[in-house]
């Protein structure tokens, strides 16, 4: 049975480093009703990253969220979810890409995102996507760097289009940029 478009919101939240993204994408999805779920990206390699991950789970301490930690088939595990998820906040693209870029996942995460483009409009829930936008600093001197600025600009790109709303944040400021 094919599935039809829905009327839930899609979000990209982007921002540097320390900008407030996480924080903000976790408030608006409290506001919506449903179960809440955390799609983590992220992967604790080291001492400092594991306490890191510690402060967000924090955040997320309410009896509504849910974590489901994926590094890279985000795609698949979004498509698992039904009509019972209120929100699902993806956190982070920025890490999703550069895991797929480490693990040499280049092509499966071009399928992905072309994917979750599509897929964007089709889910049951509202969806926030949380990404570091990297074109705001200088061309890095390094070629593996220069990919990455590269790749994650086009991610954000098409999850820009793709999404209803775009948000930049700033010093702890939303930013309505699209919506």
């Keep these: 049975m094919p599935r039809t478009q829905v009327a839930k919101e899609s979000v990209l939240v982007l921002g540097g480093a320390r900008s407030g993204k ?3 994408a976790l408030q608006r999805a409290q506001g919506w ?9 992220a992967e604790a390699k080291d001492e400092e990253m594991r306490r890191r991950i510690a402060r967000h789970r924090a955040r997320r301490r309410s009896r509504r969220w849910e974590t489901i930690e994926e590094p890279l ?8 979810l039904d009509e019972s ?3 699902v906040v993806l956190d982070c693209v920025t890490l999703w890409v550069s895991n797929a870029l480490l693990s040499n996942q280049r092509d499966q995460l071009h399928n992905q995102v072309a994917e979750l483009v ?11 996507a949380v990404s570091n936008e990297v074109g705001l600093g200088i061309v890095p001197e390094n070629p593996l760097a220069r990919e990455y600025c590269d790749l994650l600009g086009a991610v954000n790109q098409q999850l820009a289009k793709a999404c209803k709303e775009v ?7 939303p930013l309505k940029v699209k919506g």
């Design 33 to 41: 009703d449903g179960r809440l779920v955390y799609v983590a990206t």
């Design 22 to 24: 996480s924080a903000y």
């Design 85 to 87: 998820v209120g929100a």
């Design 73 to 80: 088939e985000v795609v698949w595990r979004l498509k698992e």
């Design 167 to 173: 948000i930049f944040m700033t010093a702890g400021l």
């Design 118 to 128: 599509e897929e964007i409009p089709l889910f049951p829930f509202h969806f926030l």
